[in-house]
């Protein structure tokens, strides 16, 4: 009764998350359509570089090391030694991340300002720097953000967590369509004003999560010393987490990089400028389902990992990460499809406007969209087998296989570039690292838990494949015929209809398709569905 209950909670508690996060997603989504087309496509090119720092921290943290070294150190605490002990640990923890993560802070800004001075480089360089000092201060309220989100989702309250990000892309928001404008005409002095608006929503964010720590009686006050066994096995936990869990967020850093270099070669440079735009525009659209639906359920699932590792329930543990593998690939393979179809369009309707040229960034972008697509799957999966293995404290396997992919992706990246499919190679390249990372995981793991209903996992794999199928089947017809009848639209008006339409059609046809193939995802989804959300008590 216990477990059926674990897994009610967790399907219901998976549907608050989704839902939430598809708000924030969508509401990023607008905040970039109103951001992207600020500026010409170096100053775009040196923004989009400069905030990607501060996301890769939101990320890795927020959605990466931080809460995966401390959820499985907390929830033991909880169940071996009850709430007060736990109450100890956070204040610990808190204390000490916010003594570290001030320093860095000012160390950053220190080294940012030194290396201005003493190496002046040109208008691009001045300006990356700039961008980047603003925005550092951020990396301080997100952290400290996804621990007490992390101790949130260990209580059982998922709802704020999730929601924390809408608060974030209202301000950015407001700060974009108004309040940057209105300080100025100029677009550099826009993109600052943006930048100045991401750390003041972070501020917003913090407030809002220490009121819940506080009502749901976690609130603690921050204390260095002293310095508990659990903080130490916490820390000695997250430095082999950060690279697994950040292989995607490090190879998307160090991608707008690598770009940002290749577009400002002074002789013949390989990238035209605006690629980095380019790839944060296709970077959104991807990362839409991956964060609704795999991050999600990744966050979901993770507490549920910890109990059955701390009660060294290794069956219940196999169970759940194949219902979850399999979830993962019941949603991660339309999804994939789908937007590999619709990515023209869909670049079309919701970008191209502004500095955003129909003629060049469109294209672009859609091929880069189209290349991140192939590895869905892989993307998806990963952030499930990757917590199978920190719930029991195993970081050595997943850090290894994530150093050596990410020298292969930098390697794929730079090779790709002088091949016809320049920017293409970027989406590419993490395509294979990312299918060849779920690929050794899998393997590795199915050693570790004996076995892990690998045959189910196939099994359903072959359903879901031929429901997928169908769906790309109707989808292209979509975006085959659509012409003869939006021939008089405008560009945006039929790129809007056509992707409308082929959503529309794309999800009727898969439903219909798993139905018929009997995939038993399909009845899971829908009975969560069905079901209302947990009650957070």
């Not at 101790?151 to 924390?164: D, E, I, Q, T, V």
């Not at 991956?290 to 507490?303: E, K, N, R, Y």
Request: net charge positive.
């Amino acid at each position: 009764m216990q477990t059926r209950r674990e897994r009610e909670h967790f399907f219901g508690a998976a549907k608050v998350v989704a839902g939430m996060t598809m708000t924030s997603r969508i509401l990023g989504l607008v905040r970039d359509m109103l951001i992207v087309p600020i500026g010409g496509a170096q100053l775009a090119d040196v923004f989009w570089t400069a905030f990607s720092v501060p996301n890769l921290f939101r990320r890795l943290f927020g959605e990466g090391a931080l809460s995966a070294a401390f959820v499985p150190v907390f929830t033991g605490v909880v169940e071996k030694g009850g709430w007060d002990r736990a109450r100890a640990v956070l204040a610990n923890v808190s204390g000490i991340l916010a003594l570290v993560l001030a320093g860095l802070v000012v160390a950053g800004e220190i080294g940012l300002w030194v290396g201005g001075a003493l190496w002046p480089g040109d208008w691009a360089r001045t300006r990356l720097l700039q961008f980047i000092a603003v925005m550092l201060p951020f990396m301080f309220t997100v952290c400290l953000l996804a621990l007490g989100s992390a101790a949130l989702n260990c209580k059982g309250h998922f709802a704020y967590p999730a929601a924390a990000p809408i608060l974030l892309n209202i301000g950015l928001i407001a700060t974009a369509w108004w309040i940057g404008p209105a300080v100025s005409k100029v677009a550099d002095t826009q993109l600052l004003v943006i930048a100045a608006g991401l750390v003041v929503t972070g501020i917003v964010q913090l407030v809002g999560v220490v009121w819940l720590l506080k009502r749901s009686g976690l609130a603690v006050i921050p204390r260095l010393r002293p310095v508990l066994g659990e903080t130490r096995a916490m820390a000695a936990h997250m430095l082999p987490m950060l690279v697994p869990l950040s292989i995607l967020q490090l190879g998307a850093f160090a991608d707008r990089l690598i770009a940002l270099i290749f577009t400002t070669v002074p002789q013949s440079p390989p990238l035209a400028a605006g690629v980095v735009r380019c790839v944060h525009v296709a970077n959104r659209l991807y990362q839409l389902p991956l964060g609704v639906m795999a991050i999600s359920i990744a966050t979901v699932v993770f507490p549920l990992f910890s109990r059955y590792a701390a009660r060294n329930d290794i069956a219940r543990l196999r169970d759940t990460t194949n219902r979850a593998l399999r979830l993962c690939i019941f949603l991660g393979l339309p999804a994939a499809a789908g937007l590999i179809i619709l990515a023209q369009p869909l670049v079309t309707v919701i970008f191209e406007r502004g500095g955003f040229s129909a003629q060049s960034d469109t294209p672009r972008a859609a091929l880069i969209l189209q290349m991140y697509c192939l590895g869905m799957v892989a993307y998806f999966c990963n952030h499930i087998l990757l917590r199978a293995f920190f719930c029991r404290g195993e970081t050595t396997a997943p850090l290894r296989i994530a150093c050596i992919l990410a020298v292969v992706n930098v390697l794929l990246v730079i090779g790709g570039i002088f091949t016809p499919l320049k920017g293409g190679a970027i989406g590419l390249a993490t395509a294979v690292t990312a299918t060849a990372n779920t690929a050794a995981l899998t393997i590795v793991l199915r050693r570790r838990l004996k076995r892990i209903g690998f045959a189910r996992i196939l099994a359903s794999l072959g359903r879901i494949a031929a429901a997928a199928g169908a769906m790309a089947v109707a989808v292209w017809a979509v975006v085959y015929f659509c012409p003869a009848v939006t021939g008089g639209m405008s560009r945006k008006w039929a790129a809007g209809a056509v992707t409308a339409a082929g959503v529309i059609v794309g999800a009727g046809v898969y439903l219909l398709a798993a139905i018929v193939c009997r995939c038993p995802e399909m009845g899971e989804l829908l009975g969560a569905l069905r079901k209302k959300p947990p009650i957070e008590q």
